[in-house]
């Protein structure tokens, strides 16, 4: 049985920074991908960060690119998005994934098998 857990969400404040955690089990990292997606009130569900087969084959959305940093710990099964300057805008539920997503479907929520039930991030201004 594949189990996704996020934890690390909170409050802050403009500027600063957060780091989520996704602990998974059931489920291999090697070979396949693993992302974060986030939806806020309102709105779908969008690609955030994705990384691939090994810890250097990363991917970000523009909106995240330079503030966000997706990474993981094998010995833990653990992904990890630390997340510095945060901006109101980036308020949402972040969502963790699992799948086989390949190179041209990582960014959307179907390339994605498993999900972990979510953790609220809300940056205040």
């Known amino acids: 049985q594949v189990q996704l857990v996020e934890s690390g969400g909170g409050l802050v404040l403009a500027g600063d920074s957060l780091t989520l955690s996704c602990a998974v089990s059931g489920f291999s990292f090697n070979g396949n991908t693993l992302g974060w997606f986030r939806q806020a009130p309102g709105k779908e569900r969008e690609f955030v960060a994705a990384i691939r087969r090994s810890a250097s084959n990363t991917h970000y959305s523009d909106s995240v690119k330079g503030r966000f940093t997706v990474s993981r710990d094998l010995a833990k099964n653990t992904m990890y998005l630390q997340m510095n300057s945060l901006k109101p805008e980036d308020t949402a539920v972040y969502y963790c994934?699992?799948?086989?997503?390949?190179?041209?479907?990582?960014?959307?929520?179907?390339?994605?098998?498993?999900w972990g039930q979510g953790t609220q991030v809300t940056v205040s201004s």
């Open positions: 994934a699992a799948g086989h997503a390949i190179l041209s479907t990582m960014t959307s929520a179907g390339g994605y098998r498993y």
